[in-house]
């Protein structure tokens, strides 16, 4: 298909990554907060945060939003689990109350995708991974890094933007 072809497609297209990032400045423990914006295209606002301090020290964090934008948020809309990058001593974060930042790297074709699901979406077959970055700021200003888990951890054939 020609250049000429391509240009005179209907539709969208997608290549390249595309980086969602959302903060909140007034996140806390078991109690809904809203971040700035959805983590999803059409979504709501409105989000809640876990964390559980585990035997060895260390902090899983998971994060909801409310996906569907019923102002609901369930255990279902899950946007994020994570391990925290080093073992703690003290139970700072047990009951958090600061800022949270997420950010989701993906294939720009999945962005356009959510974005516009009845329209016909041409993409680029380039290999992108999703990946996510957590960051929690407690109002003392400690930072607390959070790598994902499960089906939010990094694939670790490709290593993106390792710090």
Request: with cysteine; aromatic share 10%; proline share 2%.
């Amino acid at each position: 298909m020609g250049l000429y072809m391509i240009a005179q497609m209907k539709g969208k297209g997608a290549t390249g990554s595309k980086i969602r990032s959302i903060k909140s400045t007034s996140a806390r423990v078991d109690d809904l907060f809203e971040f700035n914006k959805s983590i999803v295209p059409h979504g709501g606002k409105a989000s809640t945060l876990k964390l559980r301090q585990r035997k060895n020290g260390s902090y899983v964090i998971k994060l909801f939003q409310d996906l569907n934008n019923d102002g609901r948020v369930s255990k279902k809309e899950m946007i994020y689990k994570g391990l925290s990058r080093v073992k703690l001593e003290d139970d700072h974060l047990t009951d958090f109350k600061g800022q949270v930042r997420l950010e989701k790297s993906m294939h720009r074709c999945e962005w356009i995708t959510a974005k516009y699901p009845d329209e016909l979406i041409y993409c680029t077959l380039e290999y992108i991974p999703t990946t996510y970055s957590c960051l929690l700021v407690d109002c003392r200003g400690a930072r607390y890094k959070f790598e994902g888990i499960g089906s939010f951890a990094a694939d670790p054939n490709f290593l993106v933007g390792v710090i």
